[in-house]
């Protein structure tokens, strides 16, 4: 067995599907909306909820401010006339109700719960957050879960990592390892804090900020000989 007694794990598309929840959470609001949810919408959606969580890794935009930025912005684009605010608040009602697991999540999760002790570690949402956790399937096998909005933080900042380590029972960073598919928050996060780090890339991605990642796997089940052997 590794000398890992932490693994933090990311939520959103490491152990959550989040594209599939995003998609139809938008796709509900879109309708609740009197809007026909095309395609291009939805994605054009995501595009730019996924720039402006880039913002907020940032320090560029506050996190209450995001949730309605992002639709206010979505509206402008095609020339919707809504109640933004309402259709922001919707949105986040729609996409706590979709706790879709990622394959394979449930299984190395409870593999690995014998033998090490589980934190999820997120910058989503905290009402989001907590509710999708509470009604899934893996909160049995998870110690604690650690979202930025109660920590004061952001990953990648190093507040948010010195606010966790405060929180673990005998946290040192050379005994854990954070697993996550964000390069610029939970990789880049990780290693500024002295943690090693697994990158979960299931699309191959290219690792363009040359970060010295510890692991690269592409299906959570890879995680087994690392942590298990």
Known sequence: MSAYRAILFDADNTLFDFS??????????????????????????????DRMWKRLERGEIAKEALREARFDEFCKTFGFRVDVPQMARMYLEFLSEKSYLIEGAKEICAALASRYRLYIVTNGIKTVQRRRFSACELKPYFSDIFISEELGFEKPHSGYFKALAERVPQFTPQTALIVGDSLTSDIKGGIAAGLDTCWYNPHRLENREALPITYEIKALQELAPVLLS
């Open 20 to 49: 599939r929840a995003e998609r139809e959470a938008i796709a509900n609001t879109l309708t609740y909306c009197g809007i026909a949810p095309t395609n291009a919408l939805i994605q054009a959606y995501s595009e730019i909820n």
